[in-house]
């Protein structure tokens, strides 16, 4: 069945995702060539391409990490293939040290890099504003306003990389690429597959001198981008008063509902800014000498009204201009559209009186539902294997980015500091020095190859004294069971792809204690666990079980649910130990839902009655 994002029907109209609708503009595009690490709110970009390349001659690779996606893409693009590289905001900080010399390089085919932002942290351990990665590297960015916007912005963003010579970022943020919205068809541009690279050193290796001139280069393309900027239909007025109102993003479309429900209309002119850098400066000017005040409507930080406040002055112009404040609009998380339409009546002193928020004091309080390990995860137990086999001993658990950071809630509270992607196998070693705790540190398969190989082989080599426990689950699984180097390709139907050990890699680095358990086999790992956390030195154990969601993908799953019998004497300890959603009390009796339960038996395993058996088939 052909893929519905490659439908051959210009004009036709079909309801898709933010991040759909970017994969269509992409293959409208002719992207030939894409690459990626999985980040939400970004995923589902890669998944569509990954599927679309199944069917056409689009190249598409899971990268290792962001750093090597960008790079990989920026070879094709230098050998004068379109290119896409797909991440999230913080994926960006890996492919920093890429970015910044590629834009000194620049490209021949387009490239085109979507950075994913995520206000408010919905699935991110930071919200960092990623349009001052444009302005630090000196490259265009465009940010679309809607879904239909992001799907037309993808074919013009690879147009003006090719224009410019130079790799454009495309920034969106988590309500456009999770929201969905109708999308018009454009033609389907053939991609050019092949491409060849002319050797030219003096361009293309960036050697002091070399860089020298090339920064030469990328200044003046930056003045050549601010032009565009300027004349660019992603930068429009709408509307002729005096009141500005000047806004990005999703923001743009608070920021109409806003003037309509205010019925100011004919008193304000919106000046939204789509091709955000170079930021448009004759075209902000022109905007501010019409006016009388200037509100800037941004999510995220003052990147806009930094600029905005910068070209008034820059004109002579004294004009009231203002955005983040703390009666207005705040640095912090999303915008709605109701705190634009409050925030634009105070600053414009419009008479406004919000909707009575309904008398809800008589519903009762809904019942938290915190983030939690699926049940039967293998992580819940390998989590409590260590926390078996530590019992007594004051313990740090460093921990990583994926699933297992879940771990974090109670009742088993085993990770005390993550940072970022990679960060346990580095902090575990500054643990282990400055102090006389015993160190644990969790990371996933995937993550271990994304970042944490180096901080184990500086770990190896300085002879730090810590345990490093790899969660191997088979799949890179908190953003959607995409592949690693690690994933064994023909379980997804496809050849022609390596596969790299984990054990393998470990004992090559030179681990001196190596030990690969089973977790559900709970009391041979808190064996082998114990025996880890007794070696002097660095001692690494992979705990090996599939993600229980991917092996039912699989069909790989023989779930057989488990039930608590009359055996039970309350003791609770699976209930107090494990959490698992799978629990839950009836009349303080504790019973497994039988539907929920995949049938590990990890709780079968702790039960001190035996109460816990298998249901009859």
Not at 189 to 201: A, L, V
Not at 594 to 599: Q, T
Request: hydrophobic content about 40%; charged content about 20%.
């Amino acid at each position: 069945m052909t893929h519905k994002l490659l439908t051959d029907g210009p004009g036709e109209k079909m309801m898709l995702l933010g991040n759909e609708a970017i994969a269509r503009g992409a293959v409208e595009a002719g992207v030939a060539f894409a690459s990626t690490y999985p980040g939400t709110p970004s995923s589902e970009i890669s998944l569509n391409l990954f599927q679309i390349s199944k069917q056409t001659d689009l190249y598409f690779e899971y990268s290792t990490n962001e750093k090597v996606a960008l790079e990989v893409s920026a070879a094709a693009a230098n050998a004068g293939v379109r290119a896409m590289c797909i991440m999230k905001h913080v994926g960006v900080n890996v492919a920093a040290d890429v970015l910044m010399t590629l834009a000194y390089i620049g490209v021949k085919g387009g490239l085109v890099i979507l950075t994913a932002d995520d206000p408010f942290m919905f699935s991110s351990q930071n919200e960092q504003d990623n349009r001052y990665y444009a302005k630090l590297s000196g490259l265009p960015m465009l940010e679309p306003s809607s879904v239909a916007e992001a799907k037309e912005m993808v074919p013009r963003a690879f147009d003006l990389s090719e224009k410019l010579g130079e790799p454009v970022l495309l920034r969106t943020t988590t309500r456009i690429n999770h929201s969905t919205g109708i999308v018009s068809f454009g033609q389907v541009q053939t991609p050019q597959t092949r491409g060849d690279f002319t050797k030219d050193p003096f361009n293309y290796v960036c050697v002091p001198a070399v860089s020298r001139k090339l920064h030469v280069r990328l200044l003046e393309n930056m003045d050549r981008a601010e032009e565009l900027a300027a004349a660019s239909e992603f930068n429009f007025v709408e509307g002729d008063g005096t009141w500005g109102v000047i806004c990005n993003g999703v923001s743009y479309s608070y920021v109409a509902d806003a003037v309509q429900d205010l019925d100011i209309g004919d008193r304000t002119r919106v000046l939204r800014i789509g091709f955000s850098h170079p930021v448009p400066g004759s075209l902000i000017k022109d905007f501010l000498k019409a006016c009388d005040k200037v509100l800037v409507v941004e999510e995220g930080e003052p990147y806009m009204e930094e600029a905005v406040k910068a070209f008034a002055q820059e004109a002579g112009l004294t004009l009231p201009v203002r955005g983040k404040d703390k009666d207005l609009f705040s640095r912090l998380y999303e915008f709605d559209p109701a705190l634009v339409r409050g925030a634009m009546a105070r600053f414009f002193g419009v008479p406004y009186s919000p909707p009575v928020t309904p008398d809800l004091s008589d519903l009762p309080e809904l019942p938290q539902r915190p983030p939690n390990l699926c049940a039967g995860c293998s992580h819940r137990a390998t989590y409590y294997a260590v926390k078996k086999a530590a019992e007594g001993s004051d313990t740090i658990y460093p921990s990583d980015i994926g699933c297992y950071t879940l771990g974090f809630l109670p009742p088993l509270s085993m990770a005390d500091f993550v940072v970022c992607m990679g960060a346990s196998v580095g902090a575990a070693c500054g643990f282990s020095k400055v102090t006389d705790k015993k160190v644990v540190a969790f990371i996933g398969d995937s993550t271990f190859f994304h970042s944490g190989m180096a901080g184990l082989v500086n770990a190896v080599f300085n002879n730090h004294n810590f345990t490093l426990v790899i969660l191997d689950n088979s799949t890179t699984a908190m953003t959607g069971h995409q592949p690693h180097p690690g994933v064994d390709m023909t379980d997804m139907n496809m050849d022609g792809y390596g596969r790299v050990s984990i054990e393998a890699v470990v004992r090559a680095i030179g681990a001196p204690h190596v030990t690969v358990i089973k977790p559900f086999k709970v009391k041979k790992s808190i064996e082998a666990v114990r025996e880890a956390l007794e070696f002097k030195g660095v001692s690494v154990i992979i705990s090996r079980e599939a993600c229980t969601l991917y092996a039912k993908s699989l069909n790989r799953l023989n779930s057989r649910a488990f039930y608590v019998s009359d055996k039970c004497r309350h003791d609770r300890g699976c209930l107090d130990d494990l959490g698992c959603p799978a629990f839950y009390l009836r009349n303080e009796q504790v019973m497994i839902d039988p539907d929920l339960c995949v049938g590990c038996a990890v709780c079968a395993q702790l039960c001190p009655e035996n109460a816990i058996l298998p249901l009859k088939a």
